[in-house]
């Protein structure tokens, strides 16, 4: 791969193709060289001009543009990724066919590096018999068909069918570019819970005890997982705003009392539970009715009660179940301190809690918390300790998912 990653950026002809502009402005501003082919059905909801002024190249449709360049065979040898955005049940069917009637679809032929494509249809048509028959044999050959989301579509229709958020879309793309295989179907048929963000414990109505997780390695998570093929149940604590990782079941909680409700509870029947949350230590006793006033006087001190304990409580409900082959998976993040550095902290606690792997992160000015990249150790309950280097928090994810798609191999 180059140093500035090849992308040719498909479009297909639905009213989601304006949102293909959004994933073509954040690749490009990523450094990404970016070609774009669009059906003519595409043209008709965002014109040419707009995608040659967001890439910086000319657009065509057809195979009988530029003939010497060869462009229906040429963009496809040349690609580090070709993306669909929209990829709309008929480019769905072409592709899974091996029809090729236009430069997009001549393009899907001959590419032999990783293809990503972002679905969006209404729900009937994503769930109609032929599309999955299609979705399915492009996932044999090795396409990663994304799943779409959730909410409102043209119309007044609601459902299943939704484009992915445009973030979302090239956070995958990103990590194909930097890893092709990082989404094989895996986790098929595997329930998934994860817990992400960070708690918020009242001190009265305006303030309260927090922390500076932003939740994105959580919802990394649980965005890889899902695309690996699992049913993913995320428990969302206090996130800056992030969207809803398409295809993923959401829970949203406040406090630390709210998340061990939820996580115990879609923790039922899960093959996998991974804490990713930073979840308080600590809450008030008890929480102001009105706000606190400051006064001249000193402050009242604030009388604190330990909150459960979820991950250890996860591991001894495992122990009281027969034959329960769940994987648990905990998170730590540590400074060090004048007695132990950051893995020796990490060892006792996975000595201590007893859960199947540990990731630890180091964490403190401009590390892990709120940051776009993450790094740090993943220690297995068997002695095995293997570093983790710096990337994306997708990045991250995957090695998570790769080690437990091991553990429950054995």
Known sequence: MTSRPRVVLGVGGGIAAYKACEVLRR????????????????????????????????????V?????????????????????VPATADLLAKAAHGLADDLLTNTLLTARC?????????????????????VATLRSRGVVVAEPASGRLTGADTGKGRLADPAEIVDLARLLLQRPDALPRDLEGVHVVVSAGGTREP?????????????????????????????VTLVSAHTLALPEPAGVDVVKVGTAAELRDAVHKAAGDADV??????????????SAEFKIKKTDRDPDPIALTRNADVLAELVSARRRAPASAQV??????ETGDTGADVLSHARAKLARKGCDLLVVNAVGEGKAFEMEDNQ??????????????????AQLATEVWDAVVELRGR
Do not use: C
């Open 273 to 286: 539970v991974v804490m990713a949350a930073a979840v308080a230590d600590f809450r008030p006793t008890a």
């Open 64 to 84: 009988f543009s530029d003939v010497p360049e060869v462009p229906h065979v040429r963009l496809g040898q040349e690609a580090d990724l070709v993306l669909v």
């Open 114 to 134: 990783p293809v990503l494509m972002a679905p969006a249809m209404h729900t009937e048509m994503w769930e109609h018999a032929a599309t999955q028959a299609n």
């Open 376 to 393: 740090g150790w993943l220690l297995a309950a068997d002695g095995t300790e293997r570093p983790i280097a710096l990337g994306s928090k």
């Open 203 to 231: 001190l009265d109505p305006v303030r309260y005890l927090g922390n500076r997780s932003s939740g994105k390695q959580g919802y990394a998570l649980a965005r890889t997982a899902v695309q690996r093929g699992a049913r």
């Open 27 to 62: 690749l490009t501003e990523s450094g990404h060289e970016v070609r774009v082919a669009p059906t003519d059905a595409a043209l008709r909801f965002v014109g040419a001009a707009t995608f040659e002024a967001l890439s910086g190249n000319k657009v065509h449709t057809g």
């Open 328 to 333: 648990i998976v905990g998170f730590a993040a």
